[in-house]
């Protein structure tokens, strides 16, 4: 086990993610969708720079454990927890965003989530962490950082409020 | 390790019922979404196998499974080869050929949801049985009562009718119970049983004792040879919830539930239903909730 990223490193890709946001955006009106879990927080986080830049920003959270298609192989089915989209989905321009982005299973669960809020204008991926090996044809927008991985490595991203602290490990396995 | 089955609220320990509690409020926020489904079961089938009448539980069990996206199969029984003299075990066998992944049934008989289970790989749900058990009721009713007390531990739910007859009370009075919920039963005397619960024979006395919500039981006339109650006019003026009580129950802010079909004029008057504290219509939403969190929940053994 390695210690990938200390806590000023995944400030700096929180904050580099929150940078590219704002200047990619036209008129300052911002909706991000965080994916459970941490993928909020970091939606969170993201939200409180943008606001600090003066951004116009909405921030939701959406849980995609009932569109995930690996129930068959699971013990138990995903705890599960509500989404919490407070404004209109339809025809806004959104961001998706989460921690770490792998195989890009979770965000076709997340697409087909959010599509069953309304029809978006558009919408968009920020990841913290990109660490390759995509087995769906999915490309992030807004990256915090991208990470060198073999497909078998464990990466596991803990953060402050939901996990006590700022940290990224690899696990690899031999 | 997720249970195949969901047969009684008895074997649940609290944290399971917990569990399917905090669940149920995900799925009941989906209910104010423009696309109310989810595709958490696509592709699985859900056979409802329904010994004994129902358009309420039926109907409930079934929206739940389609907004999970499940497939939905009503044997509708009381029409098929049972009457014809196919025996329980017979019908299996050719439930078992349309592999449902999962079976709700419904029986006049308690423990044949039971042994429906044992003969399967699918996930058997108990719709209710005999006077045994009806535990999807019990979950929508404490998930009802969490809603307006998060912290049910320690307030007094008082169950009225015909108690002894009522599978509804049995599996209410023992979630309540594993929640912390004082329980007690009111209703004629030949109708409460002695248990470990409060039990009251006369409505004043009961109401002395401040419960914070009445549970009413529907008065069951299909089930019981010889009425308990010579006219429907005394079981309301003995048992039922007046205009006159209405008031004081109003007074005294308690909440009043019902697992319905109501009787009007029996159990309660018309007025209860437009009384703010009246809990009914959240129960049958509620229970679209709560059948998906089971549904959800369980894991069939078929694949």
């Given at each position: 086990m390695s210690l990938a990223l200390d806590p000023q490193a995944i400030s700096t890709a929180v904050s580099r993610l929150a940078d590219s946001i704002f200047e990619a955006s036209v008129d300052g009106n911002i909706d991000l969708v965080g994916i459970r879990s941490r993928g909020d927080e970091v939606a969170e986080r993201v939200f409180c720079l943008l606001k600090e830049k003066g951004a116009n920003v909405r921030l939701g959270v959406l849980d995609i454990s009932l569109y995930r298609d690996d129930f068959e192989h699971l013990h138990e089915n995903p705890k599960l927890q509500s989404s919490e989209i407070d404004f209109p989905v339809d025809k806004s321009h959104i961001i998706l965003v989460d921690d770490v982005l792998f195989t890009g299973r979770t965000i076709r669960a997340a697409l087909d989530a959010l599509f069953d809020y309304g029809r978006p204008a558009s919408v968009q991926l920020a990841v913290l962490i990109d660490r390759g090996h995509r087995e769906l044809p999915m490309v992030p927008d807004y990256v915090g950082k991208i990470l060198e991985t073999n497909r078998l490595d464990h990466v596991l991203v803990r953060l402050k409020n939901t996990d006590g602290e700022d940290a990224l490990e690899i696990t690899s396995k031999k | 390790m997720a249970r195949k089955d969901f047969l009684d609220i008895v074997t649940l320990d609290r944290e399971e019922i917990i569990h399917l509690l905090d669940q149920a409020k995900p799925f009941k926020d989906?209910?104010?979404?423009?696309?109310?489904?989810?595709?958490?079961?696509?592709g699985k089938t859900v056979l409802m196998l329904f010994y004994e009448p129902s358009t309420r539980t039926l109907s409930s069990f079934e929206v739940a499974a389609k907004r999970l996206s499940a497939d939905v199969t009503i044997?509708?029984?009381?029409?098929?080869?049972?009457?014809?003299?196919?025996s329980v075990r017979d019908t299996i066998d050719t439930l078992q050929a349309m592999r449902a992944d999962y079976i709700v049934v419904r029986h006049r008989l308690s423990g044949q949801p039971a042994a429906i289970a044992r003969q399967t790989g699918a996930s058997v749900i108990n719709a209710g049985d005999g006077a045994h058990a009806h535990p999807t009721q019990a979950l929508l009713d404490a998930f009802t009562l969490r809603e307006v007390h998060p912290d049910l531990a320690g307030k007094k739910v008082l169950i009225m009718g015909d108690i002894l007859h009522s599978r509804v009370a049995r599996s209410t009075s023992t979630i309540l119970d594993k929640l912390g919920v004082e329980v007690a039963y009111c209703g004629p005397g030949s109708l409460v049983p002695h248990t470990h619960f409060k039990r009251f024979t006369s409505y004043d006395e009961a109401m002395k004792w401040g419960p914070d919500a009445v549970y009413l039981l529907r008065?069951?006339?299909?089930?019981?040879?010889?009425?308990?109650?010579?006219?429907d006019r005394e079981y309301h003026s003995v048992f039922g919830v007046t205009q006159e009580r209405l008031r004081r129950i109003s007074e005294e802010g308690i909440y009043v539930m019902h697992p319905g079909p109501i009787n009007r004029g029996v159990e309660?008057?018309?007025d209860v239903l437009d009384?703010?504290?009246?809990?009914i219509s959240q129960q049958v939403e509620n229970g679209i909730a709560a059948r998906m969190s089971v549904l959800y929940g369980l894991k069939p053994q078929t694949s």
């Open positions: - | 989906l209910f104010t979404r423009s696309v109310k489904k989810v595709p958490a079961l696509n044997f509708d029984v009381p029409h098929s080869s049972v009457t014809k003299g196919e008065v069951q006339k299909e089930r019981q040879e010889a009425p308990f109650y010579p006219s309660l008057c018309d009384y703010e504290r009246c809990l």
